[in-house]
T-cell receptor, first 114, second 115 residues
Framework: IAGITQAPTSQILAAGRRMTLRCTQD?????MYWYRQDLGLGLRLIHY???????GKGEVPDGYSVSRANTDDFPLTLASAVPSQTSVYFC?????????????FGPGTRLTVL | GENVEQHPSTLSVQEGDSAVIKCTYS??????FPWYKQELGKGPQLIID?????GEKKDQRIAVTLNKTAKHFSLHITETQPEDSAVYFC??????????????FGTGTLLAVQP
């Protein structure tokens, strides 16, 4: 069982380009999340999805969009990348959305926007 | 909304000593506080969590304490080992409206255990 996979592992991107970060989980979890991790700021929630077909905004959603067409996949899209989006991006999932449902994290994608 | 502060940002201890990491939160309605360990190049992994209806929880060398009145919670690692070296994050349940289970993370503590 792979758990959560993310692709690519790392990417260097020119400003203004469009980029989609991929996330797939094989645990049949209902909820999925996207975080960005920046030094000194910890992890901040970008977008989330409580179940397939629904999405919501997190703490820092501007400049990002997500979709949840099925249970397993939760791609994150940067429509027009800017240097401030340079970060490490983590996808996570949890079985449910109730309090205390453990969130399992993927290995991350390191994105550099020049 | 919820705000979580974490201290210290770095912590160095000798192998066998104890390590304590402290967090404070702002939203008195928060009722779930997990701790994550992140090793270099990997995603965070849950190591222990506590709900607001208990004051302390232990799992082998790891314990978490919660003081709801003061709105702070702490991670205690006893008999530290080199493999405990990692970044540790505390978190609290934060609300953005709608469904629950959205976490607000602290800024992290880099723990170095010196052999």
């Amino acid at each position: 069982i792979a758990g959560i996979t993310q692709a690519p592992t790392s990417q260097i991107l020119a400003a203004g380009r469009r980029m989609t970060l991929r996330c797939t989980q094989d645990m049949r979890h209902n909820a999925m999340y996207w975080y960005r991790q920046d030094l000194g700021l910890g992890l901040r929630l970008i977008h989330y999805s409580n179940t397939a077909g629904t999405t919501g905004k997190g703490e820092v959603p501007d400049g990002y969009s997500v979709s949840r067409a099925n249970t397993d996949d939760f791609p994150l899209t940067l429509a027009s990348a800017v240097p401030s989006q340079t970060s490490v991006y983590f996808c996570a999932s949890s079985a449910g959305t109730g309090t205390g449902n453990e969130q399992f994290f993927g290995p991350g994608t390191r994105l550099t926007v020049l | 909304g919820e705000n979580v502060e974490q201290h210290p940002s770095t912590l160095s201890v000798q192998e066998g000593d104890s390590a304590v990491i402290k967090c404070t939160y702002s939203d008195s309605a928060s009722n779930y506080f997990p701790w994550y360990k992140q090793e270099l190049g990997k995603g965070p992994q849950l190591i222990i969590d506590i709900r607001s209806n208990v004051g302390e929880k232990k799992d082998q060398r790891i314990a978490v304490t919660l003081n709801k009145t003061a709105k702070h919670f702490s991670l205690h690692i006893t008999e530290t080992q080199p493999e405990d070296s990692a970044v540790y994050f505390c978190a609290a349940l934060g609300g953005y409206g709608g469904a629950t289970n959205k976490l607000i993370f602290g800024t992290g503590t880099l723990l170095a255990v010196q052999p």
